[in-house]
């Protein structure tokens, strides 16, 4: 990715971030999100991945810990755990798991056709709680649409 590709994708990140958030009061640096070149990198395979991969009605919510040091491996292993997610359709239950050292967790949502995303995504410090991000992207999502 070209740097200005990448702060471009970076800014989208962190005013999506900075949206979600805002019903909350919370900052996104208080919640320890990152948006460095690799997160943005992440994020953006993934929802390359998600936009073809999740049929209309459906939302991925994704969480992953920082740092993330094998992303393209990390984007692999993470591709057919949300193919899995999906074909189990159980929508609001999470899905967990440790990828490479990275803590990964997944919420998928069923809605209305016109939601505005198909994968919401976060990564975070460790210290930070998924389960409360998970939270908030689902209610921003769900006041959205």
Known sequence: ????EVRHLANIERKLASDILSVSGL???KL????DRVVVGVLADLRSFVETATPGGRSVL????APIRLPARTVNDLKPKIVALLAAGVPQADSSATLHGNSVRM???QHSVNAPMRLIGFVHNPASAPEQLLDLAE???RAQI
Do not use: C, E, H, K
């Open 1 to 4: 990715m070209l740097f200005n």
């Open 107 to 109: 919420r998928l949502l």
């Open 32 to 35: 320890g999100l990152r948006f």
């Open 27 to 29: 900052s996104p640096s």
């Open 139 to 141: 209610q921003w999502l």
């Open 62 to 65: 994704v969480t992953i810990s």
